[in-house]
């Protein structure tokens, strides 16, 4: 199975196109969170309307800055998995959305109690896969987690459930810097890292349960760069 994999839109869909391709190739399409703009439905819309354009195989979870209507939209859209799971191709899928609290007291924010009570109920969904991927938007604790400042951003609940549970990968965001792949115990940890900054992951599964991983970075559309550069020279 061939995944595209992103996270951390935030309402940009200036790569979509560029990536349309890598999109429409794809088996699936992942998003793990914060796919509007300061939580607004208008801005996840549009990020939807335009992947849809080249795959409508989507499934995802809600970030910590996406609000009750953007989650309330992807569950309408049949898109997401949050304190839920599916089975695909015999692969299992399930997600948490959200992320533990922040200073920031964004819109979705959980208590790690809450947390693991979401995971619970969306592995009963997936339990019998014979390989369970997780999509969650926070990190697991200490798991390509780290922001800029050098503190940890990630979930104590999300790290347990994954090494009690035998989870064979875990596709994650929320902590742009952190992009990147790492081992936790069996489980290979991918935070692709922001889409607004270009940032994605290509993932095949194999039927034996083995994901190759490659990471890329779509360029900056010239366009734009024209634009900017334009801009700053008037200023």
Same mark, same amino acid.
């Given at each position: 199975?061939?995944?595209?994999?992103?996270?951390?839109?935030?309402?940009?869909?200036?790569?979509?196109?560029?990536?349309?391709?890598?999109?429409?190739?794809?088996?699936?399409?992942?998003?793990? &969170?914060?796919?509007? !703009? @300061?939580?607004? #439905?208008?801005?996840? %819309?549009?990020?939807?309307? $335009? /992947?849809?354009?080249?795959? +409508?195989?989507?499934?995802?979870?809600? &970030?910590?800055?996406? !609000? @009750?209507?953007? #989650?309330?939209?992807? %569950?309408?859209?049949?898109? $997401? /998995?949050?304190?839920?799971? +599916?089975?695909?191709?015999?692969?299992?899928?399930?997600?948490?959305?959200?992320?533990?609290?922040?200073?920031?007291?964004?819109?979705?924010?959980?208590?790690?109690?809450?947390?693991?009570?979401?995971?619970?109920?969306?592995?009963?969904?997936?339990?019998?896969?014979?390989?369970?991927?997780?999509?969650?938007?926070?990190?697991?604790?200490?798991?390509?987690?780290?922001?800029?400042?050098?503190?940890?951003?990630?979930?104590?609940?999300?790290?347990?459930?994954?090494?009690?549970?035998?989870?064979?990968?875990?596709?994650?965001?929320?902590?742009?810097?952190?992009?990147?792949?790492?081992?936790?115990?069996?489980?290979?940890?991918?935070?692709?890292?922001?889409?607004?900054?270009?940032?994605?992951?290509?993932?095949?599964?194999?039927?034996?349960?083995?994901?190759?991983?490659?990471?890329?970075?779509?360029?900056?559309?010239?366009?734009?760069?024209?634009?900017?550069?334009?801009?700053?020279?008037?200023?």
């Amino acid at each position: 199975m061939k995944i595209f994999a992103i996270s951390d839109i935030h309402g940009d869909i200036k790569y979509i196109e560029q990536a349309s391709e890598l999109i429409a190739k794809a088996e699936l399409v992942i998003i793990s &969170g914060d796919i509007s !703009r @300061s939580g607004k #439905i208008l801005s996840a %819309e549009r990020v939807l309307d $335009s /992947i849809e354009k080249y795959n +409508r195989n989507i499934l995802a979870v809600h &970030g910590n800055w996406d !609000r @009750s209507e953007v #989650i309330d939209l992807l %569950e309408e859209k049949g898109y $997401s /998995i949050h304190n839920t799971g +599916r089975i695909i191709k015999g692969t299992g899928f399930f997600g948490v959305g959200g992320s533990t609290p922040t200073p920031m007291k964004t819109a979705s924010e959980y208590s790690e109690d809450e947390i693991l009570d979401f995971l619970k109920t969306g592995y009963q969904s997936v339990k019998k896969a014979g390989t369970v991927v997780l999509v969650s938007h926070t990190p697991p604790l200490n798991t390509r987690d780290r922001t800029f400042l050098g503190l940890r951003g990630g979930s104590q609940a999300i790290r347990d459930f994954i090494v009690e549970h035998g989870v064979s990968l875990c596709l994650c965001g929320h902590i742009h810097e952190a992009n990147g792949t790492a081992q936790l115990e069996k489980c290979a940890v991918v935070n692709p890292g922001s889409l607004k900054k270009g940032k994605y992951c290509l993932i095949e599964i194999f039927k034996d349960g083995h994901a190759e991983i490659q990471h890329g970075k779509l360029k900056r559309p010239f366009f734009r760069k024209l634009f900017k550069r334009t801009g700053d020279a008037r200023r």
